[in-house]
């Protein structure tokens, strides 16, 4: 049973990887693109944050693919009191 689920999850990691991958492809791009236009002596600097900015935008992207998953909305059946049809007076 245990191999089973492991087996299980291992195939859903596999499966959200690949999505992940298409998710990320253009970041990954531009992040190789710029590391391979960029001199070694100006690797810091602006082309250091740019990188870091990608990086975050590709973790931004892994994390929302993860809640994604999540079922946070549950549907609770409608409630069986009365509404009220007029504020009650005051006194």
């Known amino acids: ?6 087996a299980d999850q291992e195939v859903l990691n596999q499966q959200l990887a690949a999505e992940l991958g298409e998710l990320i492809e253009a970041e990954l791009l531009e992040m190789v693109q710029t ?14 944050f740019k990188i870091r900015g990608l990086a975050l935008q590709i ?8 809640l994604d998953q999540k079922k ?3 549907k609770a059946p409608p409630s069986r009191a009365p509404t009220a049809s007029a504020p009650p007076a005051t006194t």
């Open 59 to 66: 973790a931004k992207k892994a994390y929302q693919q993860r």
């Open 35 to 48: 590391l391979q236009d960029t001199e070694p002596a100006s690797l810091f600097g602006a082309t250091e």
């Open 1 to 6: 049973m245990q191999e089973s689920r492991a």
């Open 72 to 74: 946070t909305a549950t």
